[in-house]
């Protein structure tokens, strides 16, 4: 059974940092591309970040040259690294791999 689940989500002030990891089982990781997503109350579910199987990642423009994402192929474990946190970045941020999605993790930033 494919599982994702998200974790290190939190309240932080503006201008912080937040480091989500994505723990993965019940699939081969190294072959599979994963992807952040975001939610934000009343808004469509939008991409973040991708890393392919090749370690080839892309950004979204609002998450360019603030959030790095990258993964761990023995711990099975992705990792959003994300700074200089903005009140706009507050959503649940969901993992995703082909049609599978965890559970998501809340990050509310106040300024």
């Known amino acids: 059974e494919v599982q994702l689940v998200e974790s290190g989500g939190g309240l932080v002030q503006a201008g912080g940092s937040l480091r989500l990891s994505c723990a993965a089982s019940g699939f081969t990781f190294d072959d599979y591309t994963i992807g952040w997503f975001r939610q934000a109350p009343g808004k469509q579910r939008e991409l973040v970040a991708r890393?392919?199987?090749?370690?080839?990642?892309n950004y979204a423009d609002f998450a360019e040259g603030r959030f790095t994402l990258t993964k761990d192929n023995v711990r099975n474990t992705a990792y959003l690294q994300m700074n200089s946190l903005k009140p706009e970045d507050t959503a649940v941020y969901y993992c995703n791999t082909v049609t599978y999605w965890g559970n998501g993790t809340l990050v509310t930033v106040y300024s």
């Open positions: 890393i392919s199987s090749g370690f080839s990642t």
